[in-house]
C-alpha cells in the first residue's frame, strides 16, 4: 500500500505515520525529518526557518532516490510530500515509469486554530528527540525530557510567525492537492481533530 498523508501543518501526518508504519511495518517517509537530518540542514534550513516550500528540484530528487530503496518495495508512507501540484505530477509521472501508483490519499482535517495551538505547544527533547506537547502530551517535570532530563527544545518553525508563513504556504500551495487527489478517486477524509488514538482507529 503506498499511501499520502495529506492536511495543514499540524494535523498530526507525522503522530500517525508513525502508528501507521509500526502497525503494518510499512516505512515512514517524512521529507520535513529527511530536511531536519544534519547532512540536509545546512542547505535547506534558510527555507525550513521561513516556512517557505524548500524548492522542487531538491525534494524531487530525495523522494526519487529514497522510494527507489528495497524497503519500499511493498509500500511507503509519504508525509509531508507532495506539498503542491507539480510534485504530485512529477510523482505520479515517476511512479508510473515504475509500474507503480498511489493507492490512497489520507486527508486530516483540522481547523487553522488547532493547528495554531498543537504547533506552537510542540517541544522536542535535543538529545533524544522525543516530541511532546504542553497541551497533549506534556512532560512530567515542566520543560524537561522524561527521560534525559534535559530542557526540551522548540522547533525554529514551530514560533508563531512562521506557523502563519506555513500555514499560508498550506492554503496556496498544498490545499490545491485534495481537489487533485479527489478527482482520482483516492481522497479518505478523517477527522484529525480528536485524540490520537482516535484518530488511529478512523485510519
Ligand atoms: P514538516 O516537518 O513536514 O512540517 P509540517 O507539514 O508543517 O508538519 P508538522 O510536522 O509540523 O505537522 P504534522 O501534521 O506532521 O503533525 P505532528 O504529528 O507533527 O515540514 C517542515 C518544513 O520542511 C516545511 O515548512 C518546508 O519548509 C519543508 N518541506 C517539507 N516537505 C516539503 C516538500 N514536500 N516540499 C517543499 N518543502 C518541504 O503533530 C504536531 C503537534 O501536534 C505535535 O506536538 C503532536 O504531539 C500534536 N498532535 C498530533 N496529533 C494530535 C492529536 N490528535 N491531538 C492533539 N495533539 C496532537
Given at each position: 500500500m503506498n499511501l499520502i498523508l495529506l492536511g495543514v501543518p499540524g494535523s498530526g501526518k507525522g503522530t500517525q505515520a508513525k502508528l501507521i508504519s509500526k502497525k503494518?511495518?510499512?516505512?515512514?517517509?517524512s521529507t520535513g525529518d529527511i530536511f531536519?537530518?544534519?547532512s540536509h540542514k545546512k542547505v535547506i534550513a534558510k527555507y525550513v526557518t521561513k516556512g517557505i516550500l524548500v524548492p522542487d528540484k531538491i525534494v524531487l530528487e530525495i523522494i526519487e532516490e529514497r522510494i527507489?530503496?528495497?524497503?519500499?518495495?511493498?509500500g511507503f508512507i509519504l508525509d509531508g510530500f507532495p506539498r503542491n501540484i507539480n510534485q504530485a505530477q512529477s510523482l505520479d509521472k515517476y511512479l508510473n515509469s515504475k509500474n507503480k501508483i498511489i493507492n490512497k490519499v489520507l486527508y486530516f482535517k483540522l481547523p487553522i486554530q488547532s493547528a495554531i495551538k498543537r504547533l506552537t505547544a510542540r517541544r522536542i527533547c535535543p538529545i533524544c528527540s522525543k516530541n511532546y506537547n504542553l497541551?497533549?502530551?506534556?512532560?512530567?517535570?515542566?520543560?524537561?525530557?522524561?527521560?534525559c532530563n534535559v530542557s526540551l527544545t522548540q522547533r525554529t518553525d514551530d514560533t508563531i510567525k512562521t506557523v502563519k508563513k506555513r500555514l499560508t504556504v498550506y492554503t496556496q500551495n498544498t490545499k490545491p492537492l485534495i481537489l487533485y487527489y479527489k478527482n482520482q478517486n483516492k481522497l479518505r477524509e478523517l477527522n484529525a481533530d480528536k485524540p490520537v488514538n482516535n484518530v488511529f482507529q478512523s485510519i
Open positions: 503494518y511495518n510499512i516505512p515512514h517517509i531536519r537530518t544534519k527507489s530503496r528495497p524497503d519500499c518495495r511493498s497541551i497533549s502530551e506534556p512532560p512530567q517535570k515542566e520543560n524537561i525530557c522524561d527521560s
